[in-house]
């Protein structure tokens, strides 16, 4: 069955640090990946997405995220992190199959100043 | 352009009662989905809509319902409302079937007494 796992409900990195947040999945066929952030009382915001191509990513705010097929993770990261950052994302993976949008439980962000 | 509106934005009912919940999709947008999150569940898919026709469903038991109009405009319902189904009820719209992003409303927040 397909999934898709966040192994940290909380990530706590320093302003200005790197930050990664990590995501493994589980689909049959081909994955779509995807990360979304949400904010307090706010539905959610796409950041990017894997289809096809570049393993590498790049999104909105200064986000990225690495595909690693073998592994089956889409990391998101981030070179430089900022206060603003700090909310809820979430990895979600379409089974190219079914073509259903699973999430995965969310992790929450928190960038200390 | 618009963004994806929901109504109403806030609603509590009681236990036995029912409710619908409306979605607004971004014009032009075909494809409109809902998402039920929880903090203890998560985000949890509940249908998908495209050109009138529901395409997916999520593992929701049938008290939960919806359609879409032909002016891609979409409503849920949920009949004989249980405590457990107070929740943020999300509906995400994309221009077409497929690994496209999501474009979410802010959502229905939905309190069962």
């Known amino acids: 069955a397909q999934s898709v796992a966040q192994p940290e409900d909380q990530v706590n990195v320093a302003e200005g640090n790197p930050l990664t947040v990590k995501c493994t999945y589980s689909?049959?066929?081909?994955?779509?990946l995807f990360w979304y952030v949400q904010y307090p009382n706010r539905g959610l915001q796409f950041l990017l997405k894997?289809?096809?191509?570049?393993?590498l990513v790049k999104g909105s705010y200064g986000f990225e995220a690495e595909f690693n097929k073998s592994q089956t993770s889409f990391h998101l990261k981030k070179p430089s992190a900022l206060v603003s950052d700090s909310a809820l994302y979430f990895c979600?993976?379409?089974?190219?199959?079914?073509?259903?949008?699973?999430f995965g439980q969310g992790t929450t962000l928190q960038v200390k100043p | 352009k618009a963004g994806v509106t929901q109504t109403p934005r806030y609603l509590i009912k009681t236990r036995g009662q029912q409710v619908t919940l409306s979605c607004s999709p971004i014009?032009?947008?075909?494809?409109v989905s809902w998402y039920q999150q929880t903090p203890g569940q998560g985000l949890q898919f509940l249908f998908e809509?495209?050109?009138?026709?529901?395409?997916n469903k999520g593992n929701f038991p049938g008290r939960f319902s919806g359609r879409q109009f032909s002016n891609s405009r979409s409503e849920m319902n949920v009949s004989t409302l249980e405590l457990g189904d107070s929740a943020l009820y999300l509906c995400?719209?994309?221009?077409?079937?497929?690994?496209?992003?999501?474009?979410f409303g802010e959502g229905s927040r939905l309190t069962v007494l």
């Open positions: 894997y289809i096809t191509g570049d393993n």
């Open positions: 014009s032009g947008h075909r494809s």
């Open positions: 995400a719209s994309s221009f077409q079937e497929g690994p496209g992003e999501l474009f």
């Open positions: 689909v049959s066929g081909n994955p779509y």
């Open positions: 979600a993976v379409r089974d190219g199959n079914t073509g259903k949008l699973i």
């Open positions: 809509y495209f050109s009138e026709t529901q395409r």
